[in-house]
């Protein structure tokens, strides 16, 4: 262990200067070299050599990030790293279950930071029957000593007085984090239990959210549960037409998918029809397969009445350049950027019939005085010179140079720019 621990230690840790946004992410990198040692040693060393190493480096990283700036996420991210090792460690080598139980704890309700969160459930294999019973009596000792939450009068009454009594607010923000940590448990032990019931009343709540009642679906995939799993992910995807119900749609096709193919396109379409956006467009010609013509004319049909939803399918997924230039133009298409991309694909088609578009892209950049718009411009231009070399449009873009320089003496760095990408 010695060796080990002498290669991984040094690297995490802690350092005086990791204020500093360049320290930290250097702290970090090396943070993440730590792990990359623990999991190589993790296949060629006894697991209960490895995680008393992983351990410490685990308590050196956290004390690192509690006075880092971490606004990167470098440390942050291989402190996860860290935490999902030393679970699969402890399933290979568990430890005294009542040592196990006492490190859990104190990490989620005592720890150095409370960014992180533990997944009991994976460290059930390791606690076993006689741990799990313990780790649940350790959690029902807390809940009792934290008392139910106040209400929503009497938190707005806390937060009032928080400047005449700010340790009170404290120790309830103190009570706030343990309530969390204790919502996240009893969901985590649910699925460990795979009971049905307690997945519900845990996750879904009031089911008052569409998100919750994703968490449900995605709860009851988990233990294998599928249909119970589509009808949750079903009522999240119909809950409303918010965010949250586009991202349980997105469940919903994929669990079709994998455990119901034959439903798919039924379900693809109808949240076509419901969020009809390139992106459902594209999940309907995917689920149709051979059978995308019968679809074609509804989807092109609803896309229509959303011109940047309808050339963005056009170009992306059906990969048809030309009926995307089509219908930008007849549906009126109002997305500069997209434009850009679509003059860029056509261009191979029509070279001339793009130069209007970066003509108008060339004076959008010149309505930012800026050394960047600048350099962009001059490139667009350039490029312009070049698509149009030899054509009966040539001298209409170096006159349109020339009109530029002209019209803006006062921008020199502008004149510079044009200069330096070789413009007349």
């Known amino acids: 262990m010695g060796s080990l621990a002498d290669a991984v230690l040094p690297l995490v840790r802690t350092r005086t200067d990791l204020h500093r946004w360049s320290a930290a992410n250097s702290y970090g990198h090396g943070v993440h070299q730590a792990v990359a040692l623990l999991r190589a040693a993790a296949h060629t060393q006894p697991a209960a050599e490895v995680l008393p190493v992983t351990q410490r480096a685990l308590a050196s990283a956290l004390k690192a990030i509690a006075r880092a700036d971490d606004s990167s996420g470098i440390i942050g991210d291989a402190i996860k790293d860290l935490l999902a090792l030393h679970a699969d460690l402890t399933k290979a080598a568990p430890p005294p279950p009542a040592r196990l139980v006492a490190w859990m704890i104190d990490f989620q309700f005592d720890g150095v930071v409370d960014y992180f969160t533990l997944d009991p459930a994976a460290y059930g ?18 809940a009792a000593s934290v008392g139910p939450a106040p209400t929503e009068a009497e938190e707005h009454a806390l937060w009032l007085q928080r400047t005449a009594d700010p340790t009170g607010w404290e120790q309830q923000a103190g009570l706030r984090h343990a309530r969390f940590v204790l919502e ?13 019931d307690a997945i519900i009343a845990t996750h879904a709540r009031d089911r008052k959210v569409a998100a919750w009642l994703e968490d449900t679906a995605k709860a009851f995939a988990e233990i294998g549960e599928t249909d ?19 991202h349980a749609a997105r469940l919903w096709c ?3 998918a994998e455990h119901r193919p034959a439903e798919e ?33 509804r989807v092109m049909d609803a896309l229509r009445r959303r011109p940047a939803e309808a050339v963005s399918f056009a170009l992306h997924s059906l990969d048809d350049v030309e ?24 261009e191979k088609v029509d070279p001339l019939a793009v130069v209007p578009i970066h003509t108008r892209q060339v004076l959008d950049h010149l309505e930012h005085a800026d050394a960047q718009h600048y350099r962009a411009a001059a490139r667009k231009l350039v490029h312009l010179r070049a698509l149009t070399r030899g054509t009966e449009v040539a001298d209409g873009v170096d006159a349109l140079v020339a009109d530029l320089r002209e019209a803006h003496p006062r921008r020199p760095r502008l004149q510079q720019e044009f200069t330096r990408a070789g413009l007349p």
């Open 125 to 142: 294999p390791a606690l076993g029957d006689r741990g799990m019973a313990l780790y649940k009596t350790k959690l029902a000792e807390i």
């Open 184 to 196: 996240w448990n009893a969901q985590r032990l649910a699925v460990w239990d795979r009971d049905v």
């Open 228 to 246: 119970l799993a589509i009808d949750w992910a079903r009522q999240a995807t119909f809950f409303d037409r918010g965010h949250q119900s586009v």
């Open 254 to 256: 994929r669990l079709l």
């Open 265 to 297: 396109l039924t379900a693809r379409l109808a949240v076509f029809d419901r969020w009809p956006t390139a992106t459902h467009a594209d999940g309907v010609r995917a689920a149709a397969g051979q059978a995308w013509p019968d679809h074609r004319q």
């Open 323 to 346: 009926l995307a230039w089509e219908l930008a133009h007849s549906l009126g298409l109002d997305e500069p950027g997209l434009w850009g991309t679509l003059a860029d694909r056509y």
